[in-house]
């Protein structure tokens, strides 16, 4: 019985070591080098995504493209982390704030996250782990009725996502 009672308990402690290996825990791993390893930005984690944004990187000019210089940096640590986490792949939603058309503003959200996706290809990671999407003045930050507001809308975040996991959910 005791025998019994050992060899359960031992293949529980196995089962829970190996539950590391999974996406969840690879995910949460994830998590915790960037909140380390990248520098000042905000890192939350829902579900089986963790989002990721950079006060110096989410920032643009108003009715500009371009990423900041002082950004780079920051996006060249974050790409140093993502090859180590190379079954990290993730989306790039960029934002505007809600000055201009909405078809303006559809336009410059998604240069804005291709220009972003650009730095982030020029630093080493391989194009088909990101995707893009403008989003236009969706889901803004701040509210828009000040600059600073506006200002903290302009910006991309990061969803990284385990893509082993995606594919298995998809089976």
Do not use: W
């Not at 974050?78 to 960029?94: E, Q």
């Amino acid at each position: 019985m005791k025998i019994m009672k050992f060899t359960t308990a031992l293949l529980a402690s196995v089962l829970l070591l190996s539950a590391c290996h999974t996406s969840n825990c690879y995910v949460r791993k994830f998590k915790r080098k960037a909140g380390r390893e990248v520098g000042k930005h905000n890192v939350s984690v829902r579900n089986d995504t963790v989002r990721v944004v950079y006060p110096e990187v989410t920032t643009f000019e108003f009715n500009k493209d371009e990423v900041k210089p002082d950004a780079k940096l920051s996006l060249q640590r974050f790409s140093v982390l993502l090859k180590k986490y190379d079954r990290m792949n993730f989306i790039i939603n960029g934002y505007t704030d809600n000055v201009g058309t909405a078809d303006f503003n559809q336009s410059l959200s998604q240069r804005r996250a291709d220009n972003t996706k650009a730095v982030i290809q020029a630093n080493g990671i391989d194009a088909g782990r990101i995707q893009t999407n403008g989003m236009g003045p969706n889901n803004p930050v701040k509210p828009n009725t000040t600059d600073e507001g506006r200002a903290a809308n302009c910006r991309v975040e990061f969803m990284v996502y385990d893509k082993d996991n995606k594919k298995k959910k998809k089976k």
